[in-house]
T-cell receptor
Framework: NAGVMQNPRHLVRRRGQEARLRCSPM?????VYWYRQLPEEGLKFMVY????????ESGMPKERFSAEFPKEGPSILRIQQVVRGDSAAYFC?????????????FGPGTRLTVL | AQSVTQPDIHITVSEGASLELRCNYS??????LFWYVQSPGQGLQLLLK??????LVQGIKGFEAEFKRSQSSFNLRKPSVHWSDAAEYFC???????????FGRGTSLIVHP
């Protein structure tokens, strides 16, 4: 009865490199959400995806960031040409229905450090 | 748009003492309300949520929260804290019709033996 899985748990990149963060939702869940958490701050919504579709990307920077959730395989958050300000914990959550108030189940996060 | 405030950044209690973590929200109607707990290096785990009905909500690990419309609050309580409760606690508010909750900045709970 696996929960939401994220990998890698820790990722170190040098400025200018690419970061790829993966998220496998809970079994049966087709709605995935990505959040970013900076130190001593709450979670900030980035993007909401349903299988093969981006539903809401209003919280995601327009440049360098992209997300996908293919028909097969995990959801991927991709950050191109990383900068030091991208260092943060990135959390993925999944839900069953995507309706308002639906419980979101969180993964353990990926901690990205940009040198 | 909705917003949520957790006025206490850190709370320190002794093991066995009672606990109350404050959460105030701003929203024009009755929102969805959530409390999550985050242990160090881990993701968020849902403690409890309020949608409608009984304003006193029971959650996991012995936690409860009370929705007070007149005070726009949803405070989290536990009668007797255990050392394992030391963690970061997040309150979140969701607007009716929105699938994205807004999170507070969190309250760090420190438990002294």
């Amino acid at each position: 009865n696996a929960g939401v899985m994220q990998n890698p748990r820790h990722l170190v990149r040098r400025r200018g490199q690419e970061a790829r963060l993966r998220c496998s939702p809970m079994k049966g869940h087709s709605h995935v959400y990505w959040y970013r958490q900076l130190p001593e701050e709450g979670l900030k919504f980035m993007v909401y995806l349903q299988k093969e579709n981006i539903i809401d990307e209003s919280g995601m920077p327009k440049e360098r960031f992209s997300a996908e959730f293919p028909k097969e395989g995990p959801s991927i958050l991709r950050i191109q040409q990383v900068v030091r300000g991208d260092s943060a914990a990135y959390f993925c959550a999944s839900s069953l229905s995507g309706t308002a108030g639906d419980t979101q189940y969180f993964g353990p996060g990926t901690r990205l450090t940009v040198l | 748009a909705q917003s949520v405030t957790q006025p206490d950044i850190h709370i320190t209690v002794s093991e066995g003492a009672s606990l109350e973590l404050r959460c105030n929200y701003s929203y024009g109607a009755t929102p969805y309300l959530f409390w999550y707990v985050q242990s160090p290096g881990q993701g968020l785990q849902l403690l409890l949520k309020y949608f409608s009905g009984d304003t006193l909500v029971q959650g996991i690990k012995g936690f409860e929260a009370e929705f007070k419309r007149s005070q726009s609050s949803f405070n989290l309580r536990k009668p007797s804290v255990h050392w394992s409760d030391a963690a970061e606690y997040f309150c979140a508010v969701g607007a009716r019709g929105s699938y994205i909750p807004t999170f507070g900045r969190g309250t760090s709970l420190i438990v002294h033996p």
